[in-house]
């Protein structure tokens, strides 16, 4: 085995010469591929009677009439417009050119060229040395600390407006955490276990529900049951609590199902007004249960906490978890620069400031705003009504649009309490991109912007939604060119049509320029090769 192992990286260094050898040299294939070519033709140009034959052809083009040329061009300009279409189409599906797409996975590998797989890129780091990029960690998906009641808020959106705010991938995700949080040991199922853990999976929420019903009349002291069905049977919050506060009663010793039913009474206390009281709910889980800050239950609290405007209690929690150790989250980042600018906001003018110039606490707010812009770039647009809302999902991608949409539906109210703050944001939040002029190569406070943010956040918003992208991609070079192409062919449809004879004459005009330098070509291989050499030449 070391034998064979030692041997295989002289042969893949071998491989890999002979890729690179083959890759260099196809430019130069191709060039005298091309040559040989043209030799061949002028060789066989009387054998093969080409000459004869060109004139047949030519004949041939005249004689046919402006309407050939009227159905070719159309043809050609319909045909290029369906390319259009089906790119355009796409383009805004999946982010990039179908074309561009099968040429860089299927052709690419034939003509040599090596496709980049690694995720590995550089950034400077705070030495200034070059450090790897992280691949994985940065589209980690992440449970949504504020995710909505199923039952009492998602299910009544679709009620309303026939539409799914929740995608099945995020569905499957939450049957997934749902299965691990509360049915981890697998090993000591009891037959109710077994029920929920098989109802969890179930992707009709009806039968979900059946099996929780079937999982009590095993056993009615089944808190997992109540906890779906809380989630997802109860039509209200209050309907809700009471189902929750059965799950606490008889979830024992389980921690995981104490720290989730907690949270979500915190939660239902307060979405039905009774705020202090969820605010002290969400501290005693916190002291109870300190490690598990994975969860981040500090965000639930940090809106309660800015919902009573208890504004220092807010900076005290962001002074813990806003740490450069501790992982960010645009609620951390927004919140911090909200406090910033509500201390300078009511008093903000941009003439005022364009001619005194910003006061510190003035640059402060900016560059807190300018920090959270560069941490997710989608936010603002939703704080700003630039962009309609939705429901948010249950799973969020840290620094994407689903995150941005999150943290806007719950936090947008908090930035129109604090006066001036939205007009801050709106004055400076564009200038964070004039740091960060390439968001994927190099960050400033931040990693580079990682670019699988829109192909995940395409699976967990709606379909309905139209997803922010960030950096904005500009168009494909095919789009444009089948684009060029369609509108080139329809104009030249249409003047065929209405000026056969004209452009008859350039047509011929056009076609005598595009051959003339083979003519030439031609002339200067004659003169330059004795007639002899050849003569032999078309004999053999």
Known sequence: MEDSAGSNPQSVGLTEKFKSWLSWSWTYVCFIWLGM????????????????????????????????????????????GLILIFEWWYFRKYGTSFIEQVSVSHLRPLLGGVESTSTTGLFSSVNGEAEPRPSVSECKVWRNPLNLFRGAEYNRYTWVT?????????????????????????????????????????????????????????????????????????????????????????????????????????????????????????????????????????????????????????????????DISLPKSATICYTSALLKARAVSDKFSPEAASRRGLSTAEMNAVEAIHRAVEFNPHVPKYLLEMKSLILPPEHILKRGDSEAVAYAFFHLQHWKRAEGALNLLHCTWEGTFRIIPYPLEKGHLFYPYPGCTETA?????????????????????????????????????????????????FAKAFFSTLFAPLGFFADKMESFMPSSFWHQLTRI
């Open 37 to 80: 070519v043209l030799i061949m033709l002028y060789v066989l140009w009387s054998p093969l009677k080409l000459q004869e034959s060109l004139a047949s052809a030519s004949v041939f083009l005249n004689t046919l009439t402006p309407k050939f040329y009227v159905a070719l061009t159309g043809t050609s300009s319909l045909i290029s």
């Open 162 to 322: 026939g539409k799914e705010p929740l995608t099945y991938y995020d569905m499957n995700l939450s049957a997934q955490d749902h299965q691990t949080f509360f049915t981890g040991d697998t090993q000591q199922l009891r037959t109710e276990d077994a029920v929920m853990q098989k109802a969890w999976r179930e992707r009709n929420p009806q039968a979900r529900i059946r099996a929780a019903y079937q999982a009590i009349e095993m056993n009615q002291e089944c808190a997992a049951a109540y906890v779906l069905l809380a989630e997802e049977e109860a039509t209200t919050i209050t309907e809700a609590e009471r189902l929750f506060k059965k799950a606490l009663s008889i979830a024992g010793k389980d921690i995981n199902l104490l720290v989730y039913i907690k949270r979500r009474l915190a939660m239902c206390a307060r979405k039905l007004g009774r705020i202090k009281e969820a605010v002290k709910m969400m501290r005693d889980l916190m002291k109870e249960f300190p490690l598990l800050g994975m969860l981040n239950i500090h965000e639930n609290l940090l809106e309660s906490l800015l919902e009573l405007q208890a504004y220092a209690d807010v900076q005290a929690v962001l002074a813990k978890y806003d």
């Open 457 to 505: 956040d395409r699976e967990l918003l709606p379909s309905f939604h139209e997803v922010s992208v960030y950096p904005k991609k500009e168009l494909p070079f095919f789009i444009l060119f089948t684009a060029g192409l369609c509108s080139f062919t329809a104009i030249l449809a249409m003047l065929t049509h209405q000026f056969p004879e004209l452009m008859g004459v």
